[in-house]
């Protein structure tokens, strides 16, 4: 199925103003009730998400590992995979991203704390014999919602290309401190 460009950049427009609506969090306080950094400067991320691109939408999920890159700035660079599946008329397959990424997390208040970052790297597709490798490029609007001093949900509205085709990626999951 054929979407327009247009369309696609208006899907793309909604999708980052929702990001930022949602950009809630409650990081954990201490005592003085000022904010206390994070208890680890790693973290893993496991996100469910749907990969919507040319009409069709995969369930999938991902996992995130990011460090800090110093402790003087909010910065994480980490790496990713993710598994998508897809089955239609005329095929079924899994769409495979590996992606490195950096996250920048912004502390504007106590109770909000969003993110936004870049990730990019080869995303392969493979099924009924046949397999593709394309690049793939996402800007990552978001938030982090703290459930604990070690445990965050995370809400995601990730949108990019992969190879010439405009993709979106929801996505909602938790982080873990390690």
């Known amino acids: 199925m054929f979407i327009p460009f247009k369309s696609k950049l208006v899907f793309a427009g909604i999708l980052f103003l929702v990001s930022f609506q949602t950009a809630l969090a409650v990081p954990p306080a201490t005592s003085a009730g000022t904010t206390e950094a994070l208890v680890s400067p790693y973290y893993v991320d496991a996100d469910a998400g749907i990969l919507v691109g040319g009409g069709d939408g995969l369930p999938g999920f991902n996992v995130r590992l990011n460090g800090k890159i110093n402790t003087e700035t909010p910065l994480f660079l980490g790496g990713e995979v993710g598994l998508f ?33 870049v990730s990019a790297g080869p995303v392969i597709s493979t099924g009924d014999g046949y397999s593709t490798a394309r690049f793939g490029l996402f800007l990552n609007p978001g938030a982090t ?34």
């Open 85 to 117: 599946f897809f089955s239609n008329y005329y095929s079924s397959g899994v769409v495979v991203p590996i992606l490195a990424n950096l996250t920048t997390v912004f502390s504007a208040t106590r109770q909000i704390r969003p993110q936004i970052g």
């Open 145 to 178: 919602f703290d459930l604990s001093r070690d445990i965050s949900m995370n809400v995601l509205a990730r949108f990019g290309i992969i190879g010439s085709n405009f993709v979106a990626l929801p996505e909602l999951g938790l982080s873990f401190a390690i």
